[in-house]
């Protein structure tokens, strides 16, 4: 800990949050480390510090730490209605319109329902054949893909299901400018795929491609409307707790849907 905070002056954190019970356990050592060090901290999250590891069966684990972040810092809330990535203001840096620096890229994506052999071929996906199939392996955990070459085609279940970290899709991130993810499950509906661990595994997928300005398409059954899976009367109890930060990211996608003519996805392709 010590080599990782030498030399720095000042230690920021955008979108602090945490989820997983050993990443809270070394946010504590760096939080109690950097105040030895009295290294001043800039933190910017979408929880207050008291729902952070909102986990049930471990946040009581994090109190002290959650006690020792209001200790040290100054809270200041910053909240509205307005999201910005959906209504831009002329000259702010997001979102980036089409063919401008940062978000050209994961603009780009689309989010499918249901997936015709149209709506995938108007741009340029075309399902990949059983002899196309790889076992990747991007830090410690294998990983069954679909298709593995111009671009990464994988299910849901096999990238959101099983152990995978963010350190493997930061690790596929670096290889792989384009992914296709089929067999997305409803965020509306409740179903044995969309747990409420493979969908916070999702929400780490979207950070990464988002940060990283990769292409998404989202293929699935749907209804795959990430809003409306906000509303009380949707909801289901599998949804993560960062819900409207996901949708509003996901939101950049075009959406192509099954009734919407051939030819007018193919022009949104073009």
């Known amino acids: 800990m010590d080599a990782l905070l030498s030399g ?114 108007a741009f340029g996906l075309f399902p990949p054949a059983k002899s196309q199939e790889r076992i990747l392996t991007p830090t410690t955990q294998r990983l069954t893909v679909k298709a593995a070459d111009d671009m990464l085609w994988v299910s849901f279940t096999e990238l959101c299901g099983g152990l995978m970290s963010t350190a493997d899709y930061l690790a596929l991130a670096e290889d792989y400018g384009t992914w296709v993810i089929d067999g997305v499950p ?13 969908w916070q595994r999702f929400n780490n997928v979207v950070d990464v491609l988002y940060d990283q300005d990769i292409t998404l398409f989202l293929v699935g059954h749907g209804p795959l409307d990430w809003d409306l899976a906000r509303d009380p009367a949707h909801r289901t109890s599998t949804q993560p707790v960062d819900l409207a930060r996901i949708a509003s990211r996901l939101s950049l996608l075009g959406r192509v849907e099954d009734s919407t003519p051939f030819e007018e996805v193919e022009a949104g392709g073009s």
């Not at 230690?11 to 290294?39: N, P, S, W, Y």
């Not at 209001?70 to 997001?94: C, L, N, Y």
């Not at 409803?186 to 493979?198: H, I, K, N, R, V």
């Open 8 to 121: 720095v002056d000042i230690l920021c954190f955008d979108e602090f949050h945490v989820h997983d019970v050993g990443d809270g356990m070394f946010i504590a050592k760096l939080l109690r480390t950097a105040a030895q060090r009295r290294v001043p901290l800039v933190v910017t999250s979408n929880y207050p510090p008291d729902k952070l590891l909102p986990n049930r069966l471990w946040h009581d684990h994090f109190v002290p730490t959650i006690g020792v972040i209001k200790e040290m810092m100054d809270i200041m809330e910053i909240d509205g209605d307005t999201d910005f990535r959906r209504s831009p203001v002329a000259g702010s840096a997001a979102p980036r319109p089409s063919g401008s620096s940062g978000l050209e890229s994961f603009s780009r994506g689309k989010i499918i329902t249901p997936g015709t052999p149209a709506q995938l071929g």
């Open 186 to 198: 409803s965020p509306t509906l409740e179903s044995t795929g969309g747990s409420a661990p493979a």
